[in-house]
């Protein structure tokens, strides 16, 4: 990392344990100022813990943190007042109004009511809530009470907002359209997001760089990109294609002529090139006008990244 660079977040050898059980061992991490950086991981890996943790809602057993400078054990109010915190079930007072309830925050917040106002009328309006605003909470659906959610951290204008599982239970549309806020605020607003999540796909959707969480370990971290270099560092380079119906066998048949593939194999639907580097590129110009659909390098997708972390940490 670049010494230039600051850090959000920093742990050293941070750990957490209930009697014998260790929920978090040893957690090296750093998370760049500005960035959006995935916790990935199956549930129960130990991501809940490390965040309650870094919010000072839980003492550690060993190690350290910092999160924006601010020690958590020792500062949980300093913490609390710079980091917005979306747990996976948020909560709100049903019987007050979506307005009243971000007010209440402000207030919590000691932020004076002529500066809050605006502030939440202009947050419920970028979160797409402005025209309910004086609806009841208890009213609103999943998604939107996500989206309160969102709104609710970002009132105290906080340097680094921490999402547990946001987008359980809502829908495909609403998952998508909590995402792409999530990522504008990190763009548009210099805010640091650290999503714990174990869903794949939205993980890959938004993340700058992705922590791979295993049984209280971070068994990978890094761009998409590198991860999957580093598994496939040493191993035969595998080129997946996929043809348009018909041309498989032509898109084959060229395939074997480009310089640096040495094999061509067929795997369902899939042809498979084994090359001697990444010749991408190469078989892109060479097949791509026989009908190619898809070609990726095999490994590198977050899918088997995970899963060959997942299964080398179990077994």
Same mark, same amino acid.
């Given at each position: 990392m670049d010494a230039t660079e600051r850090l959000s977040i920093e742990t050293t050898a941070l750990t957490k344990r209930y009697g014998d059980f260790v929920a978090v061992d040893g957690l090296d991490l750093a998370v760049r100022e500005g960035e959006v950086f995935g916790l990935l991981g199956p549930n129960g890996a130990g991501k809940t813990t490390t965040i309650l943790m870094l919010l000072g809602l839980t003492e550690p057993s060993g190690g350290r943190a910092a999160v924006l400078g601010c020690d958590p054990t020792r500062e949980p109010l300093k913490v609390k007042s710079l980091v917005g915190y979306l747990p996976d079930a948020v909560g709100f007072y049903e019987d007050l109004t979506a307005r009243e309830n971000l007010l209440y925050t402000a207030d919590l917040n000691? @932020?004076?009511?002529?500066?809050?106002?605006?502030? @939440?009328?202009?947050?419920?309006?970028? +979160?797409?809530?402005?025209? +309910?605003?004086?609806?009841?909470?208890?009213? %609103?659906?999943?998604?939107?009470? *996500?989206?309160?959610? @969102?709104? /609710? &951290?970002?009132?105290?204008?906080?340097?680094? @907002?921490?999402? /547990?599982?946001? #987008?359980?239970?809502?829908?495909?549309?609403? #998952? &998508?359209?909590?995402?792409?806020l999530i990522r504008e605020l990190s763009r548009e607003e210099g805010i640091t997001v650290l999503l714990s999540?174990?869903?794949?796909?939205?993980? *890959?959707?938004?993340?700058?760089? &992705?922590?791979? %969480? +295993?049984?209280?370990?971070? +068994?990978?971290?890094?761009?998409?990109?590198?991860?999957?270099?580093?598994?496939?560092?040493? *191993?035969?380079? &595998?080129?997946?294609? #996929?043809?348009?119906?018909?041309?498989?066998?032509?898109v084959a048949a060229a395939l074997a002529t480009v310089a640096g593939v040495e094999s061509v194999e067929r795997e369902g639907d899939l042809l498979l090139a084994q090359c001697s580097a990444d010749v991408r590129p190469a078989i892109a110009r060479q097949v791509a006008p026989l009908g190619l659909l898809g070609l990726r390098l095999r490994g590198v997708a977050l899918e088997d990244i995970y899963l060959k972390y997942f299964r080398h940490s179990e077994g």
């Open positions: 000691g @932020i004076p009511r002529n500066v809050a106002g605006p502030r @939440i009328d202009a947050l419920l309006e970028r +979160v797409g809530l402005l025209e +309910v605003r004086d609806k009841l909470a208890g009213q %609103f659906s999943r998604g939107m009470r *996500q989206r309160l959610g @969102i709104a /609710d &951290v970002l009132v105290k204008n906080p340097r680094l @907002i921490v999402l /547990d599982e946001p #987008t359980i239970g809502l829908d495909p549309d609403g #998952t &998508v359209a909590l995402l792409d999540s174990h869903l794949l796909e939205q993980v *890959q959707r938004i993340c700058d760089r &992705v922590g791979i %969480f +295993v049984r209280g370990r971070l +068994v990978a971290c890094g761009p998409i990109a590198t991860l999957g270099e580093q598994l496939l560092s040493g *191993q035969p380079l &595998v080129v997946e294609l #996929t043809a348009v119906p018909g041309a498989t066998e032509s």
